[in-house]
């Protein structure tokens, strides 16, 4: 029987010492997520997203959360906060609270009211094309902030943007995993990405 081939790098399961080198080329070397994504055998996108994962998980766990801290968070949301306007107001660190509200989430904590005024946001359709526009240009290295600024869809706000750029990645969406591993000099785009830059060119489709 012939060996069975080894999953592609971008489907395999981080093991912590891949994490802790990841910690130390970002953080004490210093190094891009492109290099870094070298020395891993993983793309540019995926060491970015694992990177950021990471981070969130250390600013949750140096905190210990109260059932007033989680009443904050939930109250924040219903009155439908984005997390970094919650953290604001908790004077938190932003990664902390977006972490923190999916552990409440995960344990089922949040109340039904609540989570439908979120399923309610996350009803806004995006198009196949839309998606790829987000991807393509968030893969290029903007962070969400950026991100927002830069891509634009008629009837759709930046936290809409922000929250489908997130859902995309982190479910593991098809498309996204798809598109793990373009790399600059891919040539092509679709009309919505012109539309969303408002620029003929942009990075890669030089």
Known sequence: MEPQPRPPAELRRWTKEEE????????????DFKDIGATLNRSKAATQSRYYAIKQRQHSS???????????????????LPLKAIATEMQM???????????LQRLKQVPEDVLVIWRRKGDVNFSPEEDET????WMQGPDDEQLVRTVRFEG????????RRSELVYRHSALYLSM????????????????ALGTPKYGWMK
Do not use: F, M, Y
């Not at 802790?20 to 190094?31: A, E, G, N, Y």
């Not at 660190?93 to 552990?103: D, H, K, N």
């Open 20 to 31: 802790h080198q990841l910690i130390r080329l970002r953080d004490q070397d210093h190094k």
């Open 134 to 137: 987000i991807l393509k240009v």
């Open 156 to 163: 759709k706000s930046q936290a809409d943007i922000r929250e």
């Open 62 to 80: 140096a905190i210990d959360w109260t059932p007033e801290h989680d009443h904050t968070i939930i109250d924040g949301r219903r009155r439908g």
């Open 180 to 195: 793990l591993g373009v790399g600059e000099g891919k040539e092509g785009e679709t009309d919505a990405l012109k539309s």
């Open 93 to 103: 660190p932003p990664e902390a609270v977006a972490e923190r509200w999916s552990t």
